[in-house]
C-alpha cells in the first residue's frame, strides 16, 4: 500500500501533468554538478594523462591490434582494442584489464558483429607504433606516453583521442567500510600481478561524495559497485561545425558548453519542455557528425548509460605536441572543436566513421545499426489526435467531419482514455464497448487507427497482463530482489524488463488478434511513457539501482524505450504471420530505434519557438539514422492562434511523420473549428503533403536502402558550402526539394537560401526560375509554403486527392520535370503495394527518369523485380523548356503517337496532357 506521501505526491505529479499553463520545472532535473560522476569528471582538467601505453604488451592479429594501458596513479590497468572495420570506420575498445566483476556492455544495437579489415604495422619504437588503416595512406598513431591515438590522412591529423589526457575509467573496485571478508578479498585482488591495482596513492583512499551512494531531492541512489564513470576527450582540427546527440531542443549546430552544463543524454519525461538548452529530453542517439568544406566525420560512442558531451572550440596546434607537430598544417590559428564524452558506467566503445562525405558518414552508421525502417505508405499520409477522443460516436463524427470538409486523413489515434482503467491492450467497456465495429467503420473507408499501449502496467489482480508478467517474473527488480513499483497513469504501476528477451517475446505474442481483444488489422500502435516515466522517481524516471536481470538500471536505462519499441513492433509483424510492415511511433529512443518505427519531439506547446525549433529537432534526428521524425501540429500544450496553426500545418506537411496531437484540457482544434478561410488554408496544407506521397515513399525506400536521411540539412548536399553549415530553418527533402516554411508571427516575407553555384530552382507554386548560390527574399501570404524544385530533377506526384492514401493506389501520376541546362535531368519511381514485406521478395517497381537531349525516358531500374500497377502517367510537366514543334510518344512494343501539348512561354512551361503509358513500363516521350 502507498503511504500518504506517495499518494499525495502521485496527486501533486498529476496535477502538474494536467495543466497547460506550467513550463518545465527544471529543479526536477539534474545539472551536471547534481550528478556525482559528472562532477567528479569534469572536475579533471585537461593536463598530462596518467595513462601510458604499455608496447611490449601490444598483440597484433590481422583484425585486432590490442595493448595494455596503466594508469601510472593508482597502477590499474586497462585493456585496449582496436579494430579497422569494413567502410572507412575504426574502432575503439578501451575496458578494466580484470574488472571485479564484468562492465556492462550495448547488446542487440548493432545490427552485427561489425566485419573488420586488416590492420597492418608501418612502425614502431620506444614511443608508439604507426598502423597502416589501408584507405588513401590512413594510418593510426599510438603514442606511448602519454597515451593518445591520431588518426591521419597524409599530413593532417583528422581526429585525436586523449590528446588532452582526459581519459578516466573508473575502475570496479571493494569500498573501504565493508566486512572483514570483503577485507580479506581485496587483498587477494591487490596481490594479483596482473592488476596491481590498490600498491600506491589511489583515488579509492578518497571516497568522494556521491561514490557509493547519491540523493538528490528525496531519492537516494544506492551504489552497491561505487564510482564507475568513464570519459574520453576527442579533438577536431579544422573543424568548426559539429551536429547530432539528439534528443535536445536546441539550434542543428552544436554549442560549446564550457561556461554552462554539457549536453545530456539521458531518456526523460521532461514536461513541456524549455528551449535552447542542453537538458535531456526523451531520447538519446550518442552520435555526433563533424563537418568542414574538406569532410565529414562522425562519432558513435555505444553507452546506454547516462552520458554528458562536453563541447569547446580550441585552436588546433595548441594540444599537438612531439613529433605530431610534424604533421600539422597551417598555423595555430586552425579551428578545432574539442569533444569530451562521460558515461555512468559501461565501457569506452567508440566507432570513429572517417567519411570523407556526408552520404559516406550516413551509409558508415547504417551499416553498424541499421536503416530506418520502410514504413506502410498509409503512415506516411496525415494522421489526427488528440489527448483523448471520448467515445465511439466521437471518433466517427470526426471521421465524418474530414468528409464533410474535404480534408484527406489516413490514422486516427486514441490516447490512454480508450482503455479499461489505463489498463493497456484493453478498451472502455462503456466508451468503446464495441472495438471492432468502430474499426471496421474506419477500414469501410480505407483509413486507420492507432491506439497507445504504454510500459507501464497497472498492478491489479484482475488485469491479466499484469498476472501473467509477474507471475512470470518479467517485472523489473527493485535493490531487495522484489518487483519494481512505481507511479504513473494507472497509479501504482509494474515495469516489464524489456532488455528480457523472453519478456519481448511474450510481449510480441500479445499482440495477437486472439490476445488484444477488439483489435484488427487496421489497428497500429503508440508507445509513449517509454523513458520510462516513474511520477514518483528521481527526475521522473527509475531508480538507477532498480535491476534488470544482473544488470542495474544504470547501465541500461537509455536502451528501454528501444527495447520496447522493438517488441512492439516485432508483436505487429508476427500477428499479421510475417506479412505486414507495422508502423508503432515512439517517445524514447536510443541508436537503433531507426529499425522499429518513428519518433516525434514530445510535449511542445503552442507557440512559435515550439514551431521553429521542430526543424532543427527532426533535422539531427535524420543524422543519425532516424528519418521517421515529426512533432506535434500546433503544439501539444497551450492553445495555438489560429494563425500558428495554419503555420504548423504547412510546416508540418513537409516533415516526415505528419500529425495533430493536443492536450485533454485544450480545447478541439480539428481542422474546421477555425473558420472557413482557415480550414481551407490547412486543407491545402494536407493536399500537398497528398500530392507528394509517391516522393515520400520514395524517400523513404531509398533511406531503408541506404541510410540516408529523408528531411536533410543544406550542408548534406553542398558540403563544400559554407553558407549552408548552420542553416536550420529550412531543409531539403531528398536531393530535389527545398523547404522553407513560414515560421515567424504576421511574417509578410521570408528570406531563404538557395543553395549551389550552378544549380537553378523553380517555385513550384508559381514555377519561377531562380538561380541558386543566393539569399532570396519570398513576399508570403497566409496562403505560402516556400518550396522549390531543384533543377535537373523529375518529382513524381499523384494530383487526384481523395480521402486516405489507400483510395489512391491505383490513381494517375503527374511528372515534374525541372530543368537545368547544364545537366541532365533525373528522377526516380517506386511503386509497391504499399504495406507488405513482399519488397523484399522483388515485388516492386524501380524506374529511372531521365530527360536529356529533348528526350524524357522511363527505364527499369530492377528488372529482375516483378509487379504490375494500373497507375499511369496522364500529364508531363516541363520547367525551364523551349517550345517544340512536335511531340512524339514511343511505348515500350515500338508503337509511336503524337500527343497533345500547351506551352507558356511566359514561363518557359510546357504542359503534355494524358500521355496515357502505364507507370510500370518502358517509354519515350520526344521533343523536336
Known sequence: MASFTERMAFVLVMALCLSGALAVDRGNFKTCDQSAFCKRQRALKPGESPYRA?????????????LQLINDNNKVRLLLELYRLQGNITRVKINELKPLKPRFEVPDVLVREPPTEPLSLLSQDENGVVLSLGA????????????????????????????????????????????????????????????????????????????????????????????????LDFSLPGVEHVYGIPEHAETLRLKTTDNGDPY????????????????????????????????????????????????SSNTAGKTVFGKMLDYVQGSSETPQTDVRWISESGIIDVFIMLGPTPKDVFSQYASLTGTQSFPPLSSLAYHQCRWNYNDQEDVKLVDAGFDEHDIPYDFIWLDIEHTDGKRYFTWDPHKFATPKEMLQGIMDKKRKMVAIVDPHIKVDSNYKIHNEIRSRGFYIKNKDGGDYEGWCWPGSAGYPDFTCADMRSWWASMFAYDQYGGSMENLYTWNDMNEPSVFNGP?????????????????????????????????????????????????????????????????????????????????????????????????????????????????????????AHAHLDTPRREPWLFGPENTALIREAVRQRYTLLPYWYLQFYQAHCTGQPVMRPLWVEYPQDPATFAIDDEFLIGTDLLVHPVTEEGARGVTAYLPGKNEVWFDVNTFQKHNGAQNLYIPVTMSSIPVFQ??????????????????????????????????????????????????????????????????????????????????????????????????????????????????????????????????????KVMLQ
Open 136 to 231: 588513401e595512406s590512413q594510418r593510426v598513431i599510438v603514442s606511448a606516453r602519454p597515451f593518445r591515438l591520431d588518426i591521419m590522412e597524409g599530413r593532417d591529423v583528422l581526429m585525436s583521442l586523449n590528446s588532452r589526457g582526459l581519459l578516466a575509467f573508473e575502475h570496479l573496485r571493494m569500498r573501504k567500510d565493508t566486512s572483514q571478508a570483503d577485507s580479506e578479498a581485496e587483498k587477494k585482488e591487490e596481490v594479483d600481478p596482473a592488476n596491481p591495482a590498490e600498491t600506491t596513492k589511489d583515488e579509492d583512499d578518497k571516497d568522494e561524495d556521491g561514490m557509493w551512494e547519491e540523493t538528490f531531492k528525496s531519492h537516494t541512489d544506492g551504489k552497491p559497485n561505487g564510482p564507475s564513470a568513464i570519459s
Open 539 to 659: 527526475e521522473v524516471t527509475m531508480h538507477k539501482d532498480a535491476m534488470h536481470g544482473a544488470w542495474e538500471h544504470r547501465d541500461v536505462h537509455n536502451l528501454y524505450g528501444f527495447y520496447v519499441q522493438m517488441a512492439t513492433a516485432e508483436g505487429l509483424i508476427q500477428r499479421s504471420g510475417g506479412v505486414e510492415r507495422p508502423f508503432v511511433l515512439t517517445r524514447a529512443f536510443f541508436a537503433g530505434s531507426q529499425r522499429y518505427g518513428a519518433v516525434w519531439t514530445g510535449d511542445n506547446a503552442a507557440e512559435w519557438d515550439h514551431l521553429k525549433i521542430s526543424i532543427p529537432m527532426c533535422l539531427s534526428l535524420g543524422l543519425v539514422g532516424i528519418s521517421f521524425c515529426g512533432a506535434d501540429v500546433g503544439g501539444f500544450f497551450k492553445s495555438p492562434s489560429s494563425e500558428l496553426l495554419v503555420r504548423w500545418y504547412q510546416t508540418g506537411a513537409y516533415q516526415p511523420f505528419f500529425r
Open 264 to 311: 545530456r543524454l539521458y531518456n526523460l519525461d521532461v514536461f513541456q519542455y524549455e528551449l535552447f538548452n542542453p537538458m535531456a529530453l526523451y531520447g538519446a542517439v550518442p552520435v555526433m557528425l563533424a563537418h568542414n568544406s574538406q569532410r565529414t566525420t562522425g562519432i558513435f560512442w555505444l553507452n546506454a548509460a547516462e552520458t554528458w558531451v562536453d563541447i
Open 790 to 923: 531543384r533543377g535537373g530533377s523529375i518529382i513524381p506526384r499523384k494530383l487526384r486527392v481523395r480521402r486516405s492514401s489507400t483510395c489512391m493506389e491505383h490513381d494517375p501520376y503527374t511528372l515534374f520535370v525541372a530543368l537545368n541546362p547544364q545537366r541532365t535531368a533525373e528522377g526516380e519511381l517506386y511503386i509497391d503495394d504499399g504495406h507488405t514485406f513482399n519488397y523484399e521478395k522483388k515485388e516492386f517497381i524501380h524506374r529511372k527518369l531521365f530527360f536529356a537531349n529533348n528526350i524524357l525516358s522511363s527505364i527499369n531500374l530492377a528488372p529482375d523485380a516483378k509487379f504490375s500497377t494500373q497507375s499511369w502517367i496522364e500529364r508531363v510537366i516541363i520547367l525551364g523548356a523551349s517550345k517544340p514543334s512536335k511531340v512524339t510518344l514511343q511505348t515500350a512494343d515500338g508503337q509511336e503517337s503524337q500527343l497533345e501539348f500547351e506551352f507558356d512561354s511566359s514561363m518557359s512551361v510546357l504542359t503534355l496532357r494524358k500521355p496515357g503509358m502505364n507507370a510500370g513500363e518502358d517509354w
Open 54 to 66: 604499455l608496447l611490449e604488451t601490444m598483440e597484433l592479429t590481422n583484425t585486432r591490434l590490442t
